[in-house]
């Protein structure tokens, strides 16, 4: 029996669906009375145990297809387990989509006032609150027109401010915030603070982005294949995911390595890109952040290469250029001659905060034509040192050699 | 779960659906929601041009004079009801995959949206229909019992709708299927000519048509003459016994939904 500040309890949950490979195949399964077997047994999710206590914030991991949206279709009761039990106290939130409930030919008065009913609100509940969506999604006069005529930032400020408004205890968030302004998004973070406040609500949120999950959630569960690999403390299981994840990518890397993904004119063959620790002889791909890195390119040309640009930059997995080191600001370019070539990139304090990034690498002509270009070339982590306060840092990309100072202005 | 919601604030939300449902049909034209007017007007207008002056039809026992186009449109709201919904029922769950997925939602009050929309439209047409007997000067006072006379039909539109409203969910091919098959019984129901204008060899089987015994009531109640009542409550009960499997067979089979659609 769970305790009294068990929100919601998930014991030995499995979920199998049945797959079907032809429509015709539902009708003669449903005339055999499950005499024969027309279809396959396909298990999404697999002895799911967890529990989760008010005023948490859950954060569930895992890649497409882990089994993410089923678990949470499951809580909300939208689905009926096939083994095990969900038990739930507190009002759900009803929709695991924001703006699910809208119809695009109705005005946004009108999609509110519906979404409420879908909540259980009757016209007066909703009269109350209809003020306080308005001001909140900020959308002035589109309130009255049709949502099809809404921008995708506007449908979203609109259908969060409209679930944020509907008082619910456990509040289901899929991926849903990667749209809209960063300015609304940040009033959507702090609007969401401000509502979990009280340690009486739940949130879960399913991320794909590990920053926002380390950010809002206090404990994050990891799944994988339908099973729970991780879960506990958000930090954690985040660095384990990701960890995880830049195996992966890694490992895939190795079959395809070094070919050129922008550009490619034949002048240039790559023939290495490694990165080292400072005096080491050995190829890494992992770092300490706040380590001395040497990145090694080495390469062939045949013919001269008269002061080419050469550059080396870093990128987060999904493609935020962050760096890059360029041969273009040294006073006199070097030339190479038709062979084989090292050139040797030496950064004295990597400052990239713990997390997984990926190395770019081009070379251009003297007249900034592309000669070889190529995106998540090599896959690396930078790690932090055991016991230092580095995790403590806030979420980023870059740990910034900020000074604090302290000076009291009187009283 | 589902039942997260009381039964007032299903009922509200119905209505909330029944009221989209109706207003989107009319969304944006020129007349708006004076279609539901001007529809059945256009439809009674037609009947009684071609029956009336072209066809000059005769009812054979048209004992008390009224107009044979009348006579057709009171049958024929009943039967538009049946058809309207029928011809819905297999996407009303189909066309809204989000209710399914996305949102905690009673799926089962989905077919009823088609019948409540049909049901709005045929409140239009009864009204026109008064004032038609008015105007013929056939109003009685028995025509209060039409709205009874429609329950049986209303419980087997009902029953169907969510039998066809699941399988329509698995099977695309169901909203194709189903309009000429309400074509059909549109010919072998009476609502073109009445039950008795049928071969005496074959008019047994008409009194297991339960549709027809609902329209031929209906008719009775508009025009005053006798309801034949005990082919109205074999009705009854079919309509009972249809929407009560077709609910169970619904319920049955919701929880693949999700997974289908």
Request: with cysteine; glycine share 8%.
């Amino acid at each position: 029996m769970p305790s009294d500040d068990v929100a919601i309890s998930v014991r030995d949950l499995t979920k199998t669906y049945r797959l079907f490979s032809h429509a015709g195949d539902r009708i003669k399964q449903f005339f055999t009375f499950g005499v024969k077997q027309y279809h396959r047994q396909f298990t999404a999710l697999k002895d799911i145990s967890f529990d989760i206590k008010k005023g948490e914030t859950i954060g569930i991991l895992g890649r497409n297809g882990s089994g993410k949206s089923t678990l949470l279709q499951l809580i909300c009761g939208i689905l009926k387990p096939t083994m095990g039990a969900v038990t739930t106290c507190g009002r759900i939130s009803a929709l695991l989509e924001l703006g699910a409930g809208f119809n695009p030919e109705f005005t946004g008065r009108e999609n509110v006032y519906f979404q409420g009913a879908l909540m259980g609100f009757t016209q007066a509940d909703m009269d109350d609150r209809f003020d306080d969506i308005a001001a909140f999604a900020d959308i002035g006069e589109f309130i009255d027109q049709p949502v099809r005529t809404y921008s995708s930032g506007m449908f979203v400020r609109l259908a969060f401010a409209a679930m944020i408004h509907a008082d619910a205890d456990i509040l289901v968030i899929d991926e849903a915030l990667s749209v809209g302004d960063e300015a609304f998004q940040r009033k959507c973070f702090d609007k969401l603070q401000v509502y979990l406040e009280g340690n009486e609500k739940i949130l879960l949120f399913v991320s794909h982005n590990v920053r926002q999950v380390e950010r809002i959630c206090s404990r994050a569960i990891w799944l994988e294949d339908g099973r729970v690999v991780q879960q506990g403390a958000a930090s954690e299981t985040c660095a384990a995911y990701q960890a995880k994840i830049h195996q992966q990518v890694h490992g895939r890397q190795e079959s395809q390595k070094l070919l050129p993904t922008f550009a490619d004119s034949g002048e240039i063959d790559v023939i290495g890109l490694q990165l080292f620790k400072d005096q080491g002889e050995e190829p890494v791909d992992e770092i300490e952040i706040h380590a001395a890195l040497r990145i090694a390119v080495d390469f062939r040309c045949d013919s001269n290469l008269i002061e080419p640009d050469i550059i080396v930059g870093f990128h987060t997995i999904d493609s935020v250029f962050i760096a890059a080191a360029s041969t273009a600001i040294l006073p006199k370019q070097p030339d190479f001659p038709p062979g084989q070539h090292r050139v040797e990139v030496r950064i004295a304090d990597l400052t990239l905060l713990p997390g997984v990034y990926q190395l770019r690498l081009g070379f251009l002509d003297r007249h900034f034509r592309p000669m070889w270009a190529g995106h998540k070339l090599s896959t690396f982590r930078i790690t932090a040192p055991l016991g230092s306060n580095l995790v403590r840092l806030p979420p980023g990309l870059v740990d910034m050699p900020f000074e604090w100072r302290f000076t009291s202005l009187g009283t | 779960m589902t039942e997260r919601l009381g039964r007032s604030a299903q009922y509200y939300l119905l209505g909330q659906l029944i009221k989209r449902d109706v207003l989107l049909r009319y969304r944006g034209a020129m007349f708006g929601v004076a279609w539901v007017f001007i529809n059945p007007l256009i439809m009674l207008g037609i009947y009684a041009y071609v029956f009336g002056h072209i066809f000059q039809a005769r009812w054979p026992q048209q004992g008390n004079g009224a107009p044979f186009w009348l006579v057709l449109y009171s049958g024929l709201i009943a039967f538009n009801i049946f058809s309207d919904t029928i011809s819905r029922a297999p996407t009303a769950v189909k066309n809204y995959p989000n209710f399914v997925k996305k949102i905690i939602f009673p799926v089962e009050i989905l077919p009823l949206v088609p019948l409540g929309a049909a049901l709005v439209h045929a409140m239009f047409n009864v009204l026109i229909l008064l004032a038609a007997l008015a105007w013929a000067g056939q109003l009685n006072l028995q025509v209060i019992l039409y709205p009874l006379m429609l329950l049986p039909l209303v419980l087997i539109a009902l029953g169907l709708s969510w039998f066809l409203a699941a399988w329509g969910v698995f099977i695309k091919d169901m909203s194709q299927i189903v309009p000429p098959f309400v074509q059909m019984l549109m010919f072998v129901s009476p609502v073109l000519y009445p039950a008795t204008a049928v071969p005496e060899a074959i008019r047994p089987l008409y009194r297991y048509n339960p549709l027809g015994s609902v329209i031929e009531a209906c008719r009775s109640a508009a025009l005053g003459q006798a309801i034949n009542w005990s082919s109205w409550s074999i009705a009854l009960v079919v309509g009972v016994i249809a929407s009560g499997l077709g609910l169970a067979f619904f319920k049955h089979s919701r929880e693949e939904f999700a997974d289908a659609l």
